[in-house]
């Protein structure tokens, strides 16, 4: 009789123990660390150009706990996340000011004590609404994006501040049009959403009173939004494509109660980005830091976690490798590339550019040779700079139009600072709407 009542109990702690499991299982070996080595090089910058890319990186340094050798490398990172908040002060998005929360509260250092006397918290709650209020106003469109929506919320529901669980079921519903990106679904978004739905929903649990309703949405639009991002599992293991793999493992990591096992073979999606970071892939600070963590098993979900960010497998953290500098010894050689803007009308130029030149150098020439048609601007973002405006036509989140870029007529998944061009190439900067 013993065993079969003790049975339920075991299934129960097994069914405890299935998350964390997941992600030792899919964890890089201590054998293999040196593999990640070019990720933290690339993290590691003398100047970060964007406000949000130290952010980032401190938060991933901290999550995944490194030595106290390089603890003098977090410290100047935190002297400058605290730096850019007293500059910049509530001239941040909001899910700017969410990073940098999470960044500043990861691990629970002194820089809580930051969050706290700068009020950060109560800043975020108010950028927040004012996304809320221009969706309103906007026909659903809000201030930045849903991507941006949901580090709020995590953020918020993190450090047990005051949300309505009522708007927060509401908002995510999958069949939002904001977890679509030009017609396709963003595996990011969706991603980043789930974390955060995954915490309220781990909070509400917690609560005496739960309010059932709101916590049954919640939990369907994570199972949706699961099935979602594992229908975008390619054939090698990458989820939607390279950059929103690390987001997507970690939501796969917090919800694996609502996949099967053979839904996602965790080892393989990791095994390909192993060899796409040896092949450089992860060359910019944003997609280093990104990936990073869920690589060794963390998610953001752990930032408040009560034992501080230590290294997952105990006793061996991981060491920042002493910076390398290449310098490139050839002269390059030429190569001409055909560009061009659209809108309603075609304007093009064939532009000739050293090799190794990314997309913004052939914007760059070609608006030298021609200032009026091949003007822009461009501002500096977490992931490089983005193209804001072309021939003085500028992008506007409250009507979802955007500079799209393309080689060959296929969108790119590179920025303009990053994507390199190749003899012959046809380019394009395409006025849109996501
Ligand atoms: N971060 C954000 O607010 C951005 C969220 C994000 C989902 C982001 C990808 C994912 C991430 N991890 O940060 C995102 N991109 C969004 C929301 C957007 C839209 C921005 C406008 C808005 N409403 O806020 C928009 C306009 C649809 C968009 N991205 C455009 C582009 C193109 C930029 C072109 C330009 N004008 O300069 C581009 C180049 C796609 C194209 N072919 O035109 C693009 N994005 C890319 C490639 C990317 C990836 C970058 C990968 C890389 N190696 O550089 C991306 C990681 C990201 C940044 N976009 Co958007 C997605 C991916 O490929 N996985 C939070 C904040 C705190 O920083």
């Known amino acids: 009789m013993k065993p079969t009542h003790q049975l339920p109990y075991l299934g129960l702690l097994l069914f405890s123990l299935i998350p964390s499991q997941l992600c030792e ?57 605290r730096n850019t908040v007293e500059r910049r002060g ?81 908002l995510f519903a999958p069949e939002n049009k904001n977890y679509y990106l030009g017609g396709q679904f963003s595996v990011d978004t969706g991603a980043m959403a789930v974390l955060a739905l995954t915490c309220v929903s781990r909070s509400l649990k917690e609560q005496p009173k739960a309010q059932e309703e709101d916590l049954e949405s919640i939990e369907n639009h994570i199972r949706s939004l699961v099935k979602m991002i594992l229908s975008e599992k390619k054939e090698n293991g990458l989820i939607g494509n390279m950059f929103s793999t690390g987001a997507a493992m970690q939501a796969l990591f917090v919800s694996s109660e609502y996949y099967s096992e053979s839904e996602w073979n965790c080892q393989e999606t990791r095994n390909t980005i192993l060899s796409e970071i040896s092949q450089g892939a992860f060359n910019i600070p944003a997609a280093a830091a990104q990936i990073l963590p869920p690589l060794l ?62 997309f913004l150098d052939v914007m760059k020439e070609a608006q030298k040779e021609n200032g009026t048609l091949f003007r822009f601007t461009v501002e500096q973002e977490e992931w490089g700079p983005y193209i804001t405006s072309v021939q003085g036509l500028t992008a506007n989140n409250n009507d979802r139009t955007y500079w799209q870029l393309l080689s060959g007529g296929k969108p790119l998944s590179q920025g303009v600072g990053s994507y390199a061009v190749h003899n012959g190439d046809n380019l394009e900067v395409l006025w849109s709407k996501y």
């Open 297 to 358: 098993g963390k998610t953001y979900l752990d930032v408040t976690k009560d034992s501080p960010c230590t290294y997952a497998s105990g006793n061996s953290p991981l060491s920042i490798p002493v910076r390398t500098t290449v310098t490139p010894t050839y002269s390059p050689s030429l190569i001409s590339v055909h560009y061009s803007v659209k809108i309603n009308k075609t304007y093009s130029i064939d532009v000739t550019v050293p090799s190794g030149s990314v």
């Open 90 to 170: 509530l001239d941040l998005s909001s899910g700017q000011l969410a990073l940098i929360i999470l960044a500043l509260g990861a691990c629970h250092t002194h820089d809580e004590t930051f969050i706290f006397n700068q009020h950060l918290l109560g800043h975020l709650e108010n950028k927040f609404k004012a996304e809320l209020e221009n969706m309103e106003e906007y026909d659903g469109n809000p201030l930045t994006n849903y991507y941006q929506l949901s580090q709020d919320v995590l953020a918020l529901c993190l450090f047990n501040r005051t949300y309505s669980t009522t708007t927060v079921a509401k």
């Open 25 to 81: 299982i899919c964890e890089v070996s201590e054998r293999v660390h040196v593999q990640l080595d070019p990720l933290l090089d690339t993290m590691i910058q003398p100047k970060y150009t964007s406000v949000t890319q130290s952010a980032d990186v401190l938060l991933s340094l901290r999550l995944i706990g490194i030595q106290n050798q390089n603890q003098t490398i977090i410290e100047a990172l935190s002297q400058q996340v």
